[in-house]
């Protein structure tokens, strides 16, 4: 396998294993009570997650495809902090109220998924903006703007 390739699948790879995690733990998450989000569903980490596994195979594919494009960089990094805080959703939930005192760290877990979510909506609403579609800033004086939104 060639150097050009590693990255990008390796990455792929790991957002699929946290995709799978997320998945186990919201199907024994699926009876607690108390554990509803958003809306009163128990639904969005799941969808979340599985739409971090969507950019992370398109950030993938433009990777492979053109390796110089900044844009498929930026989407294997939103996919990666989506199956993340999807993650960190459902281990809180299940380290809190499913199972409370039998996974360490359900605190913490709770607290990167209240604070992780604004990384990946500012990468997405901010640099894949900017980004979008050479992969490059439009000028240099569009970088103050990418750095503000970051």
């Known amino acids: 396998m060639s150097r050009r390739w590693r990255l990008p699948l390796v990455t792929l ?7 799978l995690a997320t998945l186990v ?11 509803e989000t958003d809306f009163g569903t128990r639904l969005t980490p799941p969808l979340s997650a599985l739409s971090g596994l969507v950019f992370a195979v398109v950030g993938a594919l433009i990777v492979l495809r053109r ?34 005192g039998t996974v ?10 209240n604070w992780t979510w604004v990384l990946y909506v500012g990468f997405m609403g901010v ?7 050479t ?16």
């Open 13 to 19: 790879g790991f957002v699929a294993f946290i995709v």
């Open 25 to 35: 733990l919201w199907v024994m998450n699926l009876g607690t009570p108390g554990a």
């Open 67 to 100: 390796p110089g494009n900044g844009v498929g960089q930026v989407c294997l990094l939103i996919g990666l902090m989506s199956a993340f805080n999807s993650l960190a959703i459902e281990y809180s939930v299940y380290g809190m109220l499913t199972a409370p």
């Open 104 to 113: 360490a760290g359900g605190l913490f877990a709770a607290w990167l998924a």
């Open 127 to 133: 640099v894949l903006v900017l980004l979008f579609p």
């Open 135 to 150: 992969g490059r800033l439009l000028s240099p004086r569009w970088r103050w703007v990418m750095v503000v939104g970051v």
